[in-house]
């Protein structure tokens, strides 16, 4: 027996798959054209194509040597047999006896248990797998290099056309839906409370590559060096705005990112894409899902990061090539933006034109969250794929209070939804109505409800909220959204103009709180096995002076006269509030030294985040001014739970009794040293949870300002009595919560939220 010819290379099989390109019949005739060409090009007794038919399942979409009749009845799970083992990976499969090779799955409809010789590799998209491609042989064979080369790079161009809907035209595919047609479900986690109805904004634009093959090599090179002359401009423009300083560490990054623009590596990959008979785009998307690959593997971070500037290099190419503007701000009125990840300068350029965000990362202290809480913007975060199956327009439902996301809805879930945001906008009237009321309960205790601020955005809502001031301003999004450190008088003036938005209110300034997951652009990340427990806050802002003293006299100054209080974040010990606080007056009398204007009062608290503060000396509780609890991190370490970690996040309760007698001795301590405490964090903004901290003796609550309404409507409508008799019942009887209590009292007495 003669040895079948091997080494089809990638030019021959796509110069003769061209003609398939181009014919107009239906999908499955492309289809079966194209298992046909393969088999005969590369002198293979079978060639199948396994179409993904839903996100984990794969159907035999056409096949040249198996059983016909099996096409469109053969499915198969990622994972199971040999072509679910390509498809779950993500890597080929080359081997000259199939039968006795791991994996293998015997699928007596097709056949296919008389073939030796298999190879098979994944038909996929940016990393995404959507089917695989496979070539069979009886004999034994292991297929050459250049055969699974060549397959390859057909592989990639099938994806592409399985992309731009080539197979599925006249919807003879069986049970393969068109893409981007099905509605789809995602459950991702909450963001930002709310729900918004609107269309999909992509941040980066979904770019569909109609023509994959090219019939002339020496045009595509050309546009590809003319979008890499058009990219290269671009990078040096970001270089000469003169937005860094020259000598700083952002400089460095962005004279990176233009070196890695013009790596001859990078261009010299794209260029044999093209000579092997690719499209420029194709060659481009290529090289970038080989980046993607390579990223996926990586552990160290600095590698992670510049790995990812080329992959955002190669988006920029593809939208260069593609002849795509970069239009992301030219959006509809009902814009849902649906992104990866975004950054917080990123998103404050979209501003308010937002109705809902979606994003397939993030976390839940991200600074994109925290931006989006103070836009008061819909937010779900890591909806899984999302930006894979979204289209630019796609309608979209987003709802921020389960994490729930709707892409392209059926009419009955449209329909749900709508009557849940009627819902929402009746009680959004009612609270309304409540605004210039006190947040008074039953039994004549009258709670303070204020907001929490971080851009001047928020301010509006001081007033629409019914808030009664600021009670945490977050200093730290002026740095973060910046490239380099704001000047002194840039901070000043943001600092006065805050103030005059208050109206007389108190505003509470928190001092940046810096370090783990808040890495500013221009400051060097430090390695740390955990984050959050590390170099951050009054910490940093200790070791690093000129920092800290630079914000408190930016602060003095922007007080200019009036009432100022300053808070210091993460306290754990008496020593460094007495560090800070000292350093805060000294500045005041520098200050006024200098003949500026002093505040006409300055108050200086710490914001108790650690259990350690808890147990200070009682010099910490007669010198402190006032005492924030952050019940963000204060939770965090209590329970030893990371708030990152979705897999222990959810394991504590803030209505756990340990967590709510040890709220109660806090407040019980401040008590006896007429120390000033409040609640601030997103517990103190949940009904439920509000009422129990406001039962357990705190008088003060911060909470972005959405939640003022409903904490103070349930508010107005208890006795605090009963519920801390309620409280301590469910604490005797042994409970490990009293969330269950707490509900059934409020059933019983005919209490809605």
Known sequence: MNTPTRGASSRVLLQKLRDVLANREGGQERLDIMVRVIAETMDTEVCSIYLRCDERTLELCATEGLNPEAVHQTRMRFGQGLVGRVAEHGQAVNTADAPRTPGFRYMPETSEEIYSGFLGVPIQRLGESLGVLVVQNKSVRKFSEDDLHGLEVVAMVIAEMAEAGAFTSSGDLGGIAPPHSSPVFFRGIQGQEGVAEGVVHLHDPHIVITNPVSDDPEAEHRRLHDALHRLHGEVDRMLDTGAVDEAGEAAEVLHTYAMFARDRGWITRIEDGIREGLAAEVSVEKEQASIRKRMSHMTDPYLRERFHDLDDLSYRLLRLLSGQRDDRFDIPDNAVLVARNIGPAELLDYGNRLCGIVLEQGAVSSHAVIVARALAIPLVLQAGRITREALEGDPILIDGDTGFVHLRPEDSVRSAFREKMAMRAEAQEKYATLRELPAQALCGTIVSLHMNAGLMADLPSLVSSGAEGVGLYRT???????????????????????????????????????????????????????????????????????????????????????????????????????????????????????????????????????????????????????????????????????????????????????????????????????????????????????????????????????????????????DLDEVRAVIDDACASGAQSVRPAIEDWLYRNNITL
Not at 509 to 531: A, H, Q, W
Not at 565 to 584: C, G, I, N, T, Y
């Open 476 to 718: 730290e999004l002026q740095f973060l959204v910046r490239s380099k450190v704001p000047r002194r008088a840039e901070q000043a003036a943001l600092y006065s103009r805050i103030l005059d938005s208050g109206r007389g209110k108190r505003v509470v300034f928190r001092t940046l709180d810096i370090g783990s997951d808040k890495v500013l652009p221009y400051m060097r990340p430090t390695d740390e096995p955990n984050p959050a427990m590390g170099w951050r806050a009054i910490r940093l802002g200790l070791d690093r002076r000129g920092v800290m003293r630079m914000q408190v006299q930016s602060l003095l100054r922007g007080a200019n006269g009036r009432p100022l209080s300053v808070m210091f974040p993460m306290v754990a010990q008496l020593d460094e509030f007495l560090e800070a606080r000292k350093l805060v007056f000294d500045e005041a009398a520098r200050e006024v030294s200098m003949g500026h204007v002093a505040p006409q009062s300055l108050e200086v608290g710490a914001m108790l985040e650690t259990p350690s503060l808890a147990f200070a000396p009682d010099a910490f509780f007669e010198i402190v001014d006032f005492v924030s609890i952050g019940g963000n991190d204060l939770k965090q370490f209590f329970f030893a739970a990371d708030r990152e970690n979705e897999r222990v996040r959810r394991r504590y309760d803030t209505l756990n009794v340990s967590y709510l007698t040890f709220i109660g001795q806090i407040v019980e301590r401040c008590d006896r040293h007429d120390t000033p405490v409040s609640f601030c964090g997103e517990d103190a903004g949940r009904p439920i949870e509000a009422l129990c901290l406001s039962a357990m003796g705190l008088r003060n609550l911060s909470m972005r300002p959405a939640s003022i309404g409903p904490v103070k409507h349930l508010l107005r409508r208890c």
